[in-house]
């Protein structure tokens, strides 16, 4: 079980630190600016004319003048380009200055597919430059989707394996999810989760004076980021807002969702496993005896979780930046500058607790849901559930940005809009995308700044 080794106060709005994120009401300055280049263009013409026989052999000779000095140039300049090349190596550089060194991973939601990444795949090519090798996620396609959120991880996470073994320069790797892909990443980095050497056996330490972090599929894990994903499932009032919190609807979505969404389905309404085992989504909330799920989110350098604050049809606010309903606040409605549609950024520090439990009163409580449910027994199982998953991610710290599409011509497209699924029909969304990309570059300026002390 993680806990924080220290005791914070909830969540903090982040101070405003010149060109880094700004708090609630406070301009959000800083916009990275991607560098263009040119290369010059050339142009070549040709003319014909009439012209004697001695004329044509001065011309020979002239031209095969200019030839050959030219190509002694060449050859020059080519032996001494492979001369400090081969300097170079010798000095231990291995020439991979220009190959990816930080992977980022793409995961798209439910019935979904790559392609739903074309517009954040460009932009963050755009946005991040070469070092960054930017793949999305392909194991998970459509119908995948429904065969529970443990195999698709598991699925994902062997991907990533493949993907990581294909390149020698890869050292970094973050994670960029939407919707359900969010949950996909978390079971996925568990089980690419390797421990961190905490008492290395010399006795020393990092050049930082931190512990060694663990490692993700063997990477340093720099990013964890989510858009909109259903972090404490979609029990409960409006966590499904396409039901409209009619208490009927709630009730009745709850055993019919398997057989829409099959193994999916049941654990998102924490109804998976018998009565006296924990749901699946409580034990992604702690660290167990196979999967070190904390632990695992617990190794990145920023966790980053953006939710919408309304008109999202798929996931309610409350489970998509794991707030309780008590923390549930009127957002701004005005833009952060350079961000549109992003109203408000937060930084919650971990929080100290004994983490997740799965406790007597809840498997009373799964058993009565299950055998004859009740809005009054499923309400009390969920209640009990969903505070324990929230104590369990909040011994983590978490970065909370709220969105809200509200001025938007057409606010219901807000989940898709979140990411701009597509750009003809979501481009709504692209101030999102740039923060994402913003977010990210940050982390990794800091890193670069940390790794150069």
């Given at each position: 079980?993680?806990?924080?080794?220290?005791?914070q106060p909830p969540c903090r709005h982040l101070p405003d630190r010149g060109r880094g994120f700004s708090n609630r009401g406070r301009q959000y300055s800083g916009?990275?600016?991607?560098?263009?280049?040119?290369?010059?263009?050339?142009?070549?013409?040709?003319?014909?004319?009439?012209?004697?026989?001695?004329?044509?052999?001065?011309?020979?000779?002239?031209?095969?003048?200019?030839?050959?000095?030219?190509?002694?140039?060449?050859?020059?300049?080519?032996?001494?380009?492979?001369?400090?090349?081969?300097?170079?190596?010798?000095?231990?550089?291995?020439?991979?200055?220009?190959?990816?060194?930080?992977?980022?991973?793409?995961?798209?939601?439910?019935?979904?597919?790559?392609?739903?990444?074309?517009?954040?795949?460009?932009?963050?090519?755009?946005?991040?430059?070469?070092?960054?090798?930017?793949?999305?996620?392909?194991?998970?396609?459509?119908?995948?989707?429904?065969?529970?959120?443990?195999?698709?991880?598991?699925?994902?996470?062997?991907?990533?394996?493949?993907?990581?073994?294909?390149?020698?320069?890869?050292?970094?790797?973050?994670?960029?999810?939407?919707?359900?892909?969010?949950?996909?990443?978390?079971?996925?980095?568990?089980?690419?989760?390797?421990?961190?050497?905490?008492?290395?056996?010399?006795?020393?330490?990092?050049?930082?004076?931190?512990?060694?972090?663990?490692?993700?599929?063997?990477?340093?894990?720099?990013?964890?980021?989510?858009?909109?994903?259903?972090?404490?499932?979609?029990?409960?009032?409006?966590?499904?807002?396409?039901?409209?919190?009619?208490?009927?609807?709630?009730?009745?979505?709850?055993?019919?969702?398997?057989?829409?969404?099959?193994?999916?389905?049941?654990?998102?309404?924490l109804t998976d496993g018998k009565a006296d085992k924990p749901p699946l989504l409580l034990r992604m909330a702690s660290d167990t005896h196979d999967l070190k799920?904390?632990?695992?989110?617990?190794?990145?350098?920023?966790?980053?979780?953006?939710?919408?604050?309304?008109?999202?049809?798929?996931?309610?606010?409350?489970?998509?930046?794991?707030?309780?309903?008590?923390?549930?606040?009127?957002?701004?409605?005005?833009?952060?500058?350079?961000?549109?549609?992003?109203?408000?950024?937060?930084?919650?520090?971990?929080?100290?607790?004994?983490?997740?439990?799965?406790?007597?009163?809840?498997?009373?409580?799964?058993?009565?849901?299950?055998?004859?449910?009740?809005?009054?027994?499923?309400?009390?199982?969920?209640?009990?559930v969903e505070e324990e998953m929230i104590r369990g991610l909040q011994t983590l710290g978490w970065k909370k940005v709220d969105v809200s599409f509200h001025s938007?011509?057409?606010?219901?497209?807000?989940?898709?809009?979140?990411?701009?699924?597509?750009?003809?029909?979501?481009?709504?969304?692209?101030?999102?995308?740039?923060?994402?990309?913003?977010?990210?570059?940050?982390?990794?300026?800091?890193?670069?700044?940390?790794?150069?002390?």
């Open positions: 079980m993680s806990t924080a080794s220290w005791i916009v990275v600016s991607a560098a263009s280049s040119s290369s010059p263009s050339s142009s070549s013409s040709s003319s014909s004319c009439s012209c004697g026989y001695s004329d044509i052999l001065n011309f020979d000779f002239a031209g095969l003048s200019r030839s050959w000095n030219q190509q002694q140039g060449l050859r020059i300049q080519a032996m001494s380009a492979t001369a400090q090349r081969n300097f170079s190596l010798s000095k231990g550089d291995n020439d991979d200055k220009n190959e990816p060194d930080h992977l980022l991973v793409l995961v798209h939601g439910i019935l979904a597919s790559p392609s739903d990444w074309l517009y954040v795949e460009a932009e963050m090519k755009r946005r991040l430059g070469r070092r960054f090798l930017i793949y999305a996620s392909s194991s998970n396609t459509f119908t995948k989707t429904f065969g529970g959120v443990d195999g698709a991880g598991k699925r994902l996470a062997e991907e990533v394996r493949q993907v990581v073994q294909k390149s020698n320069s890869l050292k970094k790797i973050s994670f960029l999810a939407h919707s359900l892909g969010g949950l996909f990443a978390r079971h996925a980095v568990a089980v690419l989760h390797s421990a961190a050497i905490s008492q290395p056996i010399d006795g020393t330490v990092s050049k930082s004076g931190n512990l060694l972090r663990g490692r993700i599929a063997g990477l340093e894990p720099i990013n964890f980021i989510t858009l909109a994903t259903p972090h404490l499932g979609v029990r409960g009032r409006k966590q499904l807002p396409f039901l409209l919190g009619v208490p009927i609807l709630e009730k009745l979505a709850a055993p019919i969702a398997p057989f829409f969404v099959g193994r999916t389905g049941s654990q998102l309404f799920f904390l632990s695992s989110l617990g190794a990145f350098r920023s966790r980053i979780i953006y939710a919408n604050v309304s008109y999202d049809h798929m996931v309610g606010w409350r489970t998509s930046s794991i707030r309780r309903e008590t923390e549930l606040f009127k957002p701004p409605r005005r833009s952060l500058d350079g961000y549109k549609h992003v109203v408000d950024v937060e930084y919650c520090p971990p929080v100290s607790s004994d983490g997740a439990h799965f406790p007597p009163e809840a498997a009373k409580a799964k058993e009565a849901a299950q055998s004859s449910p009740s809005p009054q027994n499923t309400l009390e199982y969920h209640e009990i938007t011509f057409w606010p219901y497209l807000a989940h898709n809009n979140i990411h701009v699924k597509s750009e003809r029909l979501y481009k709504a969304g692209a101030g999102v995308v740039a923060h994402v990309a913003d977010s990210i570059k940050q982390q990794e300026s800091s890193t670069f700044i940390t790794a150069s002390l």
